[in-house]
């Protein structure tokens, strides 16, 4: 069973910059995850998706982070304009269902550095 | 507001023994499950073992343990004969149980060396 796919895997921009993360999701599983993990932090949720509709988006800084899902499966995360402090790895991962219970998947992230 | 506390940054362990590493949480909870994650250098979070709050019985994954202490709202992780590709940083998870909550609430993290 393929993994959760992310690409690319690293990418260092200048602030004021857009970039863009793309997340392939386990095939079957309805609900996808974006967390941010700055260095030296646990990963932090910034959108959950169930299908193609936001879950949970309150800790996504609005401003510049925006996400979508479409038709249910890929989902692409942007940041546009970059601070320096957006530094981080933008893990992606999903779950079979939304369920407490349900084992959730991880990418291995996509690393950004914003100078 | 649940918060998940590792007060360990970093624990070393020498090859074939055993090391624990400490989780605390705060929930209002009742429901609820915990998680121990470990994440190499490759960034890819990787389960390591699960625990239903309802469930008294401490789960077991081969050499790895926990100690669910609901009471004291604590949850640690016992390694039994460590090995050298247990060294990582190991994350301690919660999430609240429910068909329409599936958000992992992490702590900081605690780096484990293992010594050959």
């Known amino acids: 069973e393929a993994g959760v796919a992310q690409s690319p895997r690293y990418k260092i921009i200048e602030k004021r910059q857009s970039v863009a993360f793309w997340c392939n999701p386990i095939?079957?599983?309805?609900?996808l995850y974006w967390y941010q993990q700055i260095l030296g932090q646990g990963p932090k949720l910034l959108i959950q998706?169930?299908?193609?509709?936001?879950?949970?988006d309150s800790q996504l800084p609005k401003d510049r982070f925006s996400a979508e899902r479409l038709k249910g499966v890929d989902s692409t995360l942007k940041i546009q304009p970059a601070k320096l402090e957006d530094s981080a790895v933008y893990l992606c991962?999903?779950?079979?269902?939304?369920?407490?219970?349900?084992?959730?998947?991880f990418g291995e992230g996509s690393w950004l550095t914003v100078v | 507001a649940q918060t998940v506390t590792q007060s360990q940054p970093e624990m070393s362990v020498q090859e074939a023994e055993t090391v624990t590493l400490s989780c605390t949480y705060d929930?209002?909870?009742?429901?609820?499950?915990l998680f121990w994650y470990k994440q190499p250098p490759s960034r890819q979070m990787i389960l390591v073992i699960r625990?239903?709050?309802?469930?008294?019985q401490n789960a077991t994954e081969n050499r790895f343990s926990v100690n669910f202490q609901k009471a004291a709202k604590s949850f640690s992780l016992k390694i039994s004969d460590s090995q050298l590709g247990d060294a990582a940083m190991y994350f301690c998870?919660?999430?609240?149980?429910?068909?329409?909550?599936?958000?992992?609430?992490f702590g900081q993290g605690t780096i484990l060396t293992v010594h050959p």
């Open positions: 095939s079957g599983h309805a609900t």
């Open positions: 991962a999903s779950s079979l269902r939304i369920a407490g219970s349900d084992t959730i998947y």
């Open positions: 998870a919660y999430r609240i149980h429910g068909t329409s909550y599936g958000k992992l609430t």
């Open positions: 929930t209002s909870e009742s429901d609820y499950y």
């Open positions: 625990q239903e709050a309802y469930k008294q």
């Open positions: 998706f169930q299908n193609n509709g936001v879950v949970d």
